[in-house]
């Protein structure tokens, strides 16, 4: 089970942590994913991260912005966005695999686990 907090509504250039937090099996045998939705548009992919924390992957549209990472002990993954923008008003979602499969981690069909979406509105 997945539980994803944080979300809220911020001006243009502020920051937002996000966090995950997982129950159930063995976190650390999973990698874990963010993807965002927004209102008529597909779900997509922001990033992920590997079981260990030492493998990260980023959406060209958030790389250098977003920062994602883990805490094993805390079963809990975040979220850091910074300079944050209008477009990046969406629903953030939390999702864990335990695919190997390096390109599973960027599509929602990659997942089987997911938590209930957070929502991230920024104003301009």
């Known amino acids: 089970q997945l539980q994803a907090s944080g979300g809220g509504l911020v001006q243009a250039g502020d920051s937002l942590r996000l966090s995950c937090a997982a129950s159930g099996r063995a976190f650390r045998t999973f990698a874990m994913g963010w993807f965002r939705q927004a209102p008529g548009k597909e779900r997509e992919f922001v990033t992920a991260i590997s079981g260990n924390g030492f493998s990260t992957y980023y959406s060209d549209s958030v790389k250098g912005r977003f920062t994602i990472s883990r805490d094993n002990a805390k079963n809990t993954v975040y979220l850091r966005m910074n300079s944050l923008k209008p477009e990046d008003t969406a629903a953030y979602y939390c999702?864990?695999?335990?695919?190997?499969?390096?390109?599973?981690?960027?599509?929602?069909?990659?997942?089987?686990?997911w938590g209930q979406g957070t929502q991230v509105t920024v104003s301009s």
């Open positions: 999702a864990a695999t335990e695919s190997p499969v390096l390109s599973l981690w960027m599509t929602p069909s990659g997942y089987g686990y």
